[in-house]
T-cell receptor
Framework: ETGVTQTPRHLVMGMTNKKSLKCEQH?????MYWYKQSAKKPLELMFV???????ENNSVPSRFSPECPNSSHLFLHLHTLQPEDSALYLC?????????????FGPGTRLTVT | KNQVEQSPQSLIILEGKNCTLQ??????????LRWYKQDTGRGPVSLTI?????NTKSNGRYTATLDADTKQSSLHITASQLSDSASYIC??????????????FGTGTRLLVSP
């Protein structure tokens, strides 16, 4: 439960605001992920980081800007979002993005864009 | 196209009853299949992981089966409890030729256990 933490848990922002989501993992993992979960849709992978280096960007709009200062921390900077960006944003970590290692998810940030 | 389809979309059962959730997939190259439980407003938590050679795996009252030939999996919940109310997500992992894994998520089955 506390292996991967996310803050804030809830966020309401206007379309002109700038905000950041934070994720921290305490599992000693090397890979971290951002996912978007919208109602009635499968989880969508947004970004993958391995040893602080971005290894995957799934055609995510530039209004989402990730930052990974070290293997334990991951940020998602948000600016000029749209109402359709309202969703649950999940962070996950795994020992390695290669192979078949288990991914451990954080509790998510519920984002509402007004 | 890599896809994972789950059925039913939602399900209501009485406390104490059993239920079975289904997952069909068209993902290759197949690496493993996972079932996650996601409580409302929380992140998914892993229940089971099965590789190609495993037919069944249990985790307490949860039993997952895998038929790699027909590309089907099921999650059976025995003697349901109110705390089983959640979304259950089937996830199939493919390992690409780069060595990186790609997870393909289903949309989940929303289970409500009623007293």
């Amino acid at each position: 439960e506390t292996g991967v933490t996310q803050t804030p848990r809830h966020l309401v922002m206007g379309m002109t605001n700038k905000k950041s989501l934070k994720c921290e993992q305490h599992l000693g993992h090397n890979a971290m992920y951002w996912y978007k979960q919208s109602a009635k849709k499968p989880l969508e992978l947004m970004f993958v980081y391995n040893f602080k280096e971005q290894t995957e960007n799934n055609s995510v709009p530039s209004r989402f800007s990730p930052e990974c200062p070290n293997s334990s921390h991951l940020f998602l900077h948000l600016h000029t979002l749209q109402p359709e960006d309202s969703a649950l944003y999940l962070c996950a970590s795994s020992q390695d993005p290669r192979g078949a290692y288990e991914q451990y998810f954080g509790p998510g940030t519920r984002l509402t864009v007004t | 196209k890599n896809q994972v389809e789950q059925s039913p979309q939602s399900l209501i059962i009485l406390e104490g009853k059993n239920c079975t959730l289904q997952c069909n997939y068209t993902v290759s190259p197949f690496s493993n299949l996972r079932w996650y439980k996601q409580d409302t407003g929380r992140g998914p938590v892993s229940l089971t992981i099965m590789t190609f050679s495993e037919n069944t795996k249990s985790n307490g009252r949860y039993t997952a089966t895998l038929d790699a030939d027909t590309k089907q999996s099921s999650l059976h919940i025995t003697a349901s409890q109110l705390s089983d109310s959640a979304s259950y997500i089937c996830v199939v992992s493919a390992v690409m030729n780069t060595g990186f894994q790609k997870l393909v998520f289903g949309t989940g089955t929303r289970l409500l256990v009623s007293p």
